[in-house]
Nanobody, 119 residues
Framework: QVHLVESGGGLVQPGGSLRLSCAASGSIFSINPMGWYRQAPGKQRELVATISGGSRNYADFVKGRFAISRDNAKNTVYLQMNSLKPEDTAVYYC??????????????WGQGTQVTVSS
């Protein structure tokens, strides 16, 4: 099994910044891709950003404000969020897919971390 644990959420004023972290642990052989999704109340979960090898993909609504990065040695993915807006308020979920040490495929989700942007 592969487990993901997120951290770094919280309350921030509009225009502020937060950095989310997500660490993967368990029987990991390889991970690719890793990404962040979010779900606001009453809305569907949506993609925020993904990183696969050296390629990064962002939703249009975060381009220029958010940056995804990865530490392969730590099996950890980060989301630096700048210029936050009230509409960024949501539960942010980490996702990772890959192969276990038993050479089976996995696709795991974290428990989610709340991000609230409000004055």
């Amino acid at each position: 099994q592969v487990h993901l644990v997120e951290s770094g959420g919280g309350l921030v004023q509009p225009g502020g910044s937060l950095r989310l972290s997500c660490a993967a642990s368990g029987s990991i052989f390889s991970i690719n891709p890793m990404g962040w999704y979010r779900q606001a109340p009453g809305k569907q979960r949506e993609l925020v950003a993904t990183i696969s090898g050296g390629s990064r993909n962002y939703a249009d609504f975060v381009k220029g404000r958010f940056a995804i990065s990865r530490d392969n040695a730590k099996n950890t993915v980060y989301l630096q969020m700048n210029s936050l807006k009230p509409e960024d308020t949501a539960v942010y979920y980490c996702n990772a897919a890959g192969t276990t040490t038993w050479r089976t495929n996995f696709n795991s989700w974290g428990q989610g971390t709340q991000v609230t942007v409000s004055s």
